[in-house]
């Protein structure tokens, strides 16, 4: 029988970190800063380590403000050669593959895409994620991490998720939707695709980790804890009781208030939101630009107010945009614009989430743009985008 109870955290859940704790700022200087700086060299050695020389790009890759190919490009123009920084562009690779997984299959996505992930013995959440008590250090240091900045070292999360889902025996969706919920790079397709690579139902087998691991690339010295184990033993072990606990996880999401958009002129109406926050974009065009967010949209897929916050400050990059906090049909309504109207005068970036905004959807960048469709595999997608590069 499971426990249960709120996923809730309490005050004392709230302890300084041993790690150095990543900020995120919203300026774009600073955004291209962070690009200038980047170490390939750097990046290969370390990036698995907490630690580590990795990039801390993804809460601005995630929402469009920057895409992958600028990135390459900026190491291009900074004299590197693909073979000195392969592997960073591989991982910047992973980003595309998983939104053409998205583009290719739309809603099955958020199924179990390959099959069915095996073992599974509930739908919840163990609690000890949302409480930080999972007992292993380094893990419930990482989740307090993500709980205060929004932000989880990849390793980390690859260890959240297998001690959920493959030793904690919880199918991956309701997992997902909580670290995705806390996440300033949270992106559906990244994260959806992630947990099930790591819960097996989109990859050949299952991750596991242990201890051994977890201490060499988190600098925790843990001895004894239920993944001190072999990687033959740790499929075969039965649900620790730290993670025996369940919870239910049905946030309640708070969105800004706003007034409605002041349409001026006859001229286009830019729509962005929050995967699409591209200041360059159309950037010497006379236009409109409003931000919407649609309510129906973080119902299904609710992130906390600190990545609502996050999202204005980015798109305070983009001059004169306007807020607007509701549905795109109510928009229409409000502004007294039919459809035939709003097809011509609205203009958006091509993604999965926007597929029923009326108007022209511009193209996304992409690291290797003939590349698209489903691949089964992130291998099999590199092989071939890898040649365009
Ligand atoms: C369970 C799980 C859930 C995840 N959920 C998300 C998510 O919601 N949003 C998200 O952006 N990433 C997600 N990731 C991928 C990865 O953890 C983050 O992109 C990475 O940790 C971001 O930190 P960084 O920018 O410092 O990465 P770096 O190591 O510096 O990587 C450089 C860039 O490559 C891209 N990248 C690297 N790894 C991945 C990957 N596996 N998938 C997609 N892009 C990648 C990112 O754009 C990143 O900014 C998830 C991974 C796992 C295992």
Redesign the pocket.
Known sequence: MSLHRSWHQTEEFYKPSPWPVPEFPTEINAIWDRVAQIDPAR?SKT?NFINGS??????Y??RGVIS?RQ?YESLLARGFRLYQMEK?VS??A??D??QQVWLAIGDRMFDDIRQPQEGVQHRLLPAALAHANTGIEAVDEGIRMLQQTG????HL??Y??SIACNTGRAHWPMP?QW??YH?L????A??T???Q??AGSFSSKKYYCNQENINKYTGSRQGSSFLHKSYEELPLVDVPEALLETTDFSPTITLPACSLPALHGRGNILLYHHYHLDPQWRADEDACRILILEPSHFRRFPVSEKVIGFVQRLASNIPGIQLYVGEIDQLLEQLGMDRDEANQRMITREHPMVAHFPGQKDPREWLAPDVTGFFPSFFAFWKKASRFL
């Open positions: 990046y990036r990795v990039t801390y790009l993804s809460p890759i995630s992958t990135v960073l991982e910047l992973w980003r593959y998983f932000y989880m070292h990849n999360r690859m959240t998720a997902a670290m995705y996440l790079d949270g992106d559906l990244s994260n695709c992630s947990w690579w790591v």
